[in-house]
DNA sequence: AGGCGGCGTAACAAATATGTCACCAAAGCG
DNA sequence: CGCTTTGGTGACATATTTGTTACGCCGCCT
C-alpha cells in the first residue's frame, strides 16, 4: 500500500523539493499551505502522516496540530513539524502539542524521507511491507489478498481490516471498543455487538479447511476482555 | 501508568544526568552500558522505550539497533538513539535501522523528556499495561495470558484481575476489604467471603501442576489478616 | 429496475463467570 | 481439652458474556 502523505507548506520551492523526494520514494503526497484547508483535508484525504509547516498561512502549525489533536479522526495521525526557528523551547512546545518528530530547517531531503519512514514503521507497519504474516496466515496488503497454510481466503472489506489489525498486533488483546475505533473508525457509532459478528464471520472464513474440514481458531476470545490474534492454543493438557 | 526506559549509555556523568530527569518526571529506569547486556534486558525487562547510545562498548548501538528490530520480542520497541555526531548521513543511517528518533549530544534533558514523552504518547495504545512476573508466574497483560513455570494458566475476569493486584504489589498482605476495593472497584458491594472463594479459585488454578500434581502455594493466608502473593514457603512470622 | 454482496441489529441459545451458602477443617485461647 | 473464630471447599442458582442465525437495509453493478 502506499502511504499518502499531507504536506502542509507555503514555502513553494520547498514543496516542490520535498513533493519531488517523497513522490520519488513512493508516497502519494496532497498539499496545501493553508492552516484552515489542512484542517479539511486531513479528515477528507485521510493521509497517513501529516507534514507541518511551523509559520503557514491563516492558522499557525501548532494550532493545526492542536486541531487534529483534538478530532477524534486525526488524533492518533502522525505529525512531523517543520520549522526554520532552531529555538530549542519552540521544538518542545511542538512536541508537547502533539507532534510525533519535528524537522529543522534547512534539511535534507534524504533525512526527512528516513525520518518519515521511521515514524510510519513505528505507527503503521501494514504500510511498510505490504506483506503481514502470522501463524500460517499470510495478508498481502496490497494486493488485497489474504492465504491460510496456502489456501486462498475470501474475506468482505471488514473482515480484511479487522484481520489486518490483528496481524499488525498478534497476540495482544483488543476489546470491542478498541476494535471498533481501530477498523471502523473513530467517529462511526455502531453497537459493540457488531465486532462480534464480523469476528463470527472472520472466524469462518479464515478457519475453513479443504471439504468441510475445520482448522484451529486462531482467534481467541478472552471472556470480559476482547479478542486476539493468537497461535499458542490452550494446553488441551489432563485437568483431571 | 509507569513507563519503563531501558537507557544504554557508558558515559557514567550522562547516565546519572539522564536518570535523574527521567526518574524526576516519573519514568522507571534500567541502565546498562554494554551492548550485549543491552539485548538481554530490553527481552528480560520489556522496557517501554530504548534510549541507545550509538557509541557503547561490546556492540554498537547501531547493531543493537538492528538485533533489536530483528527478534519479535522487541520489533516494535521505541528507540530513541543517542549520537555525539552531527553527521547527517550517520542520523539517517541510525533511522533506517529502526530507530524512531535520535538526539545529538549534547541535549537538553528537558528536550530529552518531551521527545520520549511525545514517543509515548503516540505508542500509548500498545502499551497498557506489559509484562508482570514473580516467583514463576509470568503474567502478559497485553495479551491477557498467564504461565506458571511455563505452562499456561487459565483463569477467570476476577481471577485474572485479583492475580494482577498481587503481582503489581508482591509479597505485600491485603484486607478481603482491600481487595474488593481494589479488585472489584469500591461501589460493589459483595460479600467479603466472596474473596475468600476467589482466592480459592486462583489459587486452584496457579497450583495446579502437571496431571494432578500439585506446585508449591504463593499465596499466603495471613489469619485475621488478609492474602499475599508471597515466594517464602516458611510461616513463622509472629505479626502483632 | 432487479440482483447481489456486505453490513448492522435483534433475538435466542449456549457457555462461562459470579456471589452465596452450608458445612468442614484448622487455628487460637482460656 | 473443649469452645470459638477464621479460613477452605464444593455445590448451585443467577447473572453476564459470547456464539450463531436470521433479517432487513443500503449501495453498487448490470
Same mark, same amino acid.
Given at each position: 500500500?502506499?502511504?499518502?502523505?499531507l504536506?502542509?507548506?507555503?514555502?513553494?520551492?520547498?514543496?516542490?523539493?520535498?513533493?519531488?523526494?517523497?513522490?520519488?520514494e513512493?508516497?502519494?503526497?496532497?498539499r496545501?499551505?493553508?492552516?484552515?484547508e489542512?484542517?479539511t483535508l486531513?479528515?477528507?484525504?485521510k493521509p497517513?502522516l501529516v507534514?507541518l509547516?511551523?509559520?503557514i498561512?491563516?492558522l499557525?502549525?501548532?494550532?493545526?496540530?492542536?486541531?487534529l /489533536? $483534538?478530532a477524534p479522526a486525526?488524533?492518533?495521525?502522525p505529525?512531523?513539524m517543520?520549522?526554520a526557528r532552531?529555538?530549542e523551547?519552540?521544538?518542545?512546545?511542538?512536541?508537547?502539542?502533539?507532534a510525533?518528530?519535528?524537522?529543522?530547517?534547512?534539511?535534507s531531503?534524504r533525512?526527512?524521507?528516513?525520518?518519515? /519512514?521511521?515514524v510510519?514503521?513505528?505507527?503503521?507497519?501494514?504500510?511498510?511491507?505490504?506483506?503481514?504474516?502470522?501463524?500460517?496466515i499470510a495478508?498481502?496488503t496490497t494486493?488485497?489478498?489474504?492465504?491460510r497454510?496456502?489456501?486462498t481466503?475470501?474475506?468482505?472489506?471488514?473482515?480484511?481490516?479487522?484481520?489486518?489489525h490483528f496481524l499488525?498486533h498478534?497476540?495482544?488483546v483488543?476489546?470491542?471498543?478498541?476494535?471498533?475505533?481501530a477498523v471502523?473508525? $473513530?467517529?462511526?457509532?455502531?453497537?459493540?455487538?457488531t465486532?462480534?459478528v464480523?469476528?463470527r464471520r472472520? /472466524?469462518?472464513a479464515?478457519n475453513a479447511?479443504?471439504?468441510?474440514?475445520?482448522?484451529?481458531?486462531?482467534i481467541?476470545t478472552? /471472556?470480559?476482555?476482547?479478542?486476539?490474534?493468537?497461535?499458542?492454543?490452550?494446553?488441551?493438557q489432563?485437568?483431571a
Open positions: 500500500m502506499r502511504a499518502k502523505i504536506l502542509v507548506e507555503d514555502d513553494a520551492s520547498l514543496v516542490e523539493l520535498v513533493t519531488y523526494n517523497l513522490e520519488k513512493g508516497f502519494d503526497v496532497v496545501t499551505g493553508d492552516g484552515e489542512a484542517l486531513a479528515e477528507e484525504e497517513d507534514i509547516d511551523w509559520m498561512a491563516n499557525s502549525g501548532i494550532e493545526v496540530c492542536r486541531r /489533536r $483534538r486525526t488524533a492518533n495521525l505529525i512531523v517543520l520549522t532552531g529555538d523551547a519552540d521544538r518542545i512546545r511542538g512536541l508537547e502539542t502533539g510525533d518528530d519535528y524537522m529543522t530547517k534547512p534539511f531531503p533525512e526527512l524521507v528516513a525520518r518519515i /519512514r521511521a510510519l514503521r513505528r505507527l503503521r507497519p501494514a504500510l511498510q511491507g505490504g506483506a503481514l504474516e502470522f501463524a500460517g495478508m498481502d494486493a488485497h489478498r489474504v492465504t497454510d496456502g489456501r481466503v475470501q474475506l468482505g472489506p471488514t473482515e480484511f481490516r479487522l484481520l489486518r499488525e498478534p497476540g495482544r483488543f476489546s470491542r471498543e478498541q476494535l471498533l475505533d471502523w473508525g $473513530r467517529d462511526v457509532y455502531v453497537e459493540q455487538r465486532v462480534d464480523h469476528i472472520l /472466524r469462518k479464515v479447511g479443504p471439504g468441510s474440514e475445520e482448522l484451529p481458531d486462531l481467541r478472552v /471472556r470480559s476482555a476482547g479478542y486476539s490474534l493468537d497461535a499458542a492454543p490452550v494446553s488441551a489432563a485437568a
